[in-house]
């Protein structure tokens, strides 16, 4: 674990892009094949699981710490993270051991099949054992909640360099739902990839935000115009008339959207559709809401079925008849993946994006503005000779939002945030009014600057009229601007609605509370614009 931990503290010390990936190729060039191995399944943000439930977690913290149950609870919501809070309460060590990453993780696979009554004098005897400064990560490592500031590109970009290979391929072997204990780096990183890789989705392409005029794109006839739907970006995998479907989360998906389970039998072998998974009925888009009613459930009934279908909107075709054509200009595989689809005897679940016709750039923030009468987020702008790459890039794709929802709220609650911001208030609370009383509707926390953050966070500190655990009730006197994409009709909310990523525009210091917005504001928005 010192090489491992020294990496984390190298990360997280840095805000620098190269002496992140510095620190990665130097402990790539260090560490053993095992650590390396489960190092980079961490660090591409794929969890190792909580292995521990957070209470027996925290009695086995009271137990060792010999502090006060309230003086310990205090100094976690002054800490802001339970695994920081508890390294920084437990005794010093005893007659230390040095372990290796690989080590930990196969004794987090044993401890998890421990009995309760087990589990809480084997991770004291743990902590007892490992040296200090190595405890805050162990504890991470825990509770599956491991995060460190690097992205996946910055891994897949060291890597290319300590083995010398292309970052597409790396990130293309690398995608899928592989685990430490199931392969071996040299089957992951170096062999030949085999046909047994068949259900590995590709690297998605992303786009950046398009910020500036659209003019500085050059001639409109070099590019093809697309809806921005909002769904679930995924891939559709056919091979061996087997059929695998992926989120750009990585998560595999196959056996939540048994619509596409038939495509297994209709689509040719090697075929990889790229697209927007949306709920689609009666000729019409439903709202994101009726897609969220299908993620989260294990057990899919006739009903949900019935209720939010869902189909495919097609973007791109990435394989084609075991072909990869990624590097094929986006025109010719367009042109294939009009053919692949519009062959088809039987479809009930594919559709095609089709172009927006746009012969100037007016048109095009025409077809922006338009957006939201067809249930879009704004509109795609891709470069008709542009090849399929990995990861977010610029150039070739953009994407054209259009303007976010505004309302104005007041500030009700405000709770600590976490890790550096843990003595911090910068969670935040709004309610609108409904008529004399304040109804909560929206949680934001992004949008102040760090100037901004330490005044709000004095204020709150000042203005605290109740407090129950982290949050606190405060006067109701400041009035935010706060931004979001969507709206929806929510019973599980009092206000009756919930906002799709919300966040803070601005600090309306012009306005007073009661000039703030109002329910039936929402509710209007709600009919005229929203999901209903």
């Known amino acids: 674990m010192q090489l491992f931990n020294k990496l984390f503290q190298a990360i997280d010390q840095t805000t620098s892009t190269n002496a992140k990936v510095n620190a990665l190729v130097d402990y790539f060039h260090e560490a053993s094949t095992g650590d390396i191995l489960w190092s980079i399944y961490l660090l591409m943000g794929k969890s190792s699981g909580r292995v521990i439930k957070t209470a027996l977690l925290r009695q086995a913290a009271y137990?060792?710490?010999?502090?006060?149950?309230?003086?310990?609870?205090?100094?976690?919501?002054?800490?802001?993270?339970?695994?920081?809070?508890?390294?920084?309460?437990?005794?010093?060590?005893?007659?230390?051991?040095?372990?290796?990453?690989?080590?930990?993780?196969?004794?987090?696979?044993?401890?998890?099949?421990?009995?309760?009554?087990?589990?809480?004098?084997?991770?004291?005897?743990?902590?007892?054992?490992?040296?200090?400064?190595?405890?805050?990560?162990?504890?991470?490592?825990?509770?599956?909640?491991?995060?460190?500031?690097?992205?996946?590109?910055?891994?897949?970009?060291?890597?290319?360099?300590?083995?010398n290979k292309t970052a597409n391929e790396l990130a293309h072997r690398l995608m899928g739902n592989w685990h430490p204990h199931q392969t071996n780096l040299e089957k992951l990183i170096l062999e030949d990839i085999l046909s047994e890789k068949s259900f590995e989705p590709y690297p998605f392409f992303l786009a950046y935000q398009l910020e500036g005029a659209p003019e500085g794109l050059g001639d409109i006839n070099e590019w093809y115009v697309e809806r921005k739907f909002d769904g679930i970006r995924g891939q559709i995998i056919v091979r061996n008339e087997e059929i695998f479907i992926w989120s750009r989360g990585e998560d595999l998906l196959t056996d939540k959207f048994p619509e596409f389970h038939p495509l297994k039998h209709s689509l040719p072998h090697g075929t990889v559709l790229d697209g927007e998974i949306l709920p689609f009925k009666e000729d019409e888009i439903l709202p994101f809401a009726v897609m969220q009613t299908r993620i989260g459930r294990k057990l899919l009934s006739k009903k949900i079925l019935a209720s939010a279908p869902l189909v495919m909107i097609c973007y791109d075709l990435?394989?084609?008849?075991?072909?990869?054509?990624?590097?094929?200009?986006?025109?010719?595989?367009?042109?294939?993946?009009?053919?692949?689809?519009?062959?088809?005897?039987?479809?009930?679940?594919?559709?095609?994006?089709?172009?927006?016709?746009?012969?100037?750039?007016?048109?095009?923030?025409?077809?922006?503005?338009?957006?939201?009468?067809?249930k879009c987020e704004g509109v795609m702008l891709k470069r008709k000779n542009s090849i399929y790459e990995t990861g977010r890039r610029r150039g070739s794709w953009w994407k054209w939002k259009v303007d976010p929802f505004t309302i104005d709220g007041v500030l009700v609650y405000g709770q600590r945030g976490h890790g550096r911001r843990a003595n911090l208030y910068t969670d935040y609370t709004f309610a609108v009014w409904d008529n004399n009383e304040l109804v909560p509707f929206a949680k934001a926390y992004s949008g102040l600057t760090d100037k901004e953050i330490l005044e709000v966070d004095n204020w709150i500190k000042k203005n605290t009229i109740d407090k129950f655990g982290p949050v606190r009730t405060v006067t109701p006197t400041l009035v935010f601007e706060l931004a979001f994409e969507g709206i929806s009709a929510s019973p599980r909310h009092k206000s009756g609605i919930a906002l799709r990523f919300p966040r803070i525009l601005r600090w309306r210091r012009d306005k007073i509370a009661d000039q703030a917005n109002t329910k039936q504001d929402l509710l209007k928005m709600l009919d005229s614009k929203g999901d209903k």
């Open 318 to 374: 990435l394989e084609y008849k075991g072909t990869d054509i990624r590097d094929r200009p986006l025109s010719e595989r367009r042109k294939l993946l009009k053919q692949l689809v519009d062959g088809l005897v039987v479809n009930t679940s594919l559709m095609l994006s089709a172009p927006v016709p746009c012969s100037s750039w007016d048109e095009v923030r025409k077809a922006r503005e338009e957006a939201r009468a067809y």
């Open 63 to 163: 137990k060792l710490s010999a502090l006060p149950t309230w003086l310990f609870e205090e100094s976690y919501h002054i800490v802001g993270d339970l695994a920081e809070t508890i390294a920084l309460c437990l005794p010093p060590p005893q007659h230390t051991k040095l372990y290796t990453l690989s080590q930990t993780m196969t004794f987090l696979a044993s401890f998890s099949a421990l009995p309760d009554d087990e589990k809480e004098q084997t991770i004291i005897n743990r902590w007892m054992e490992i040296p200090a400064s190595e405890r805050f990560l162990f504890n991470k490592l825990i509770t599956g909640n491991f995060r460190v500031g690097v992205s996946k590109q910055l891994v897949i970009k060291a890597l290319a360099i300590k083995y």
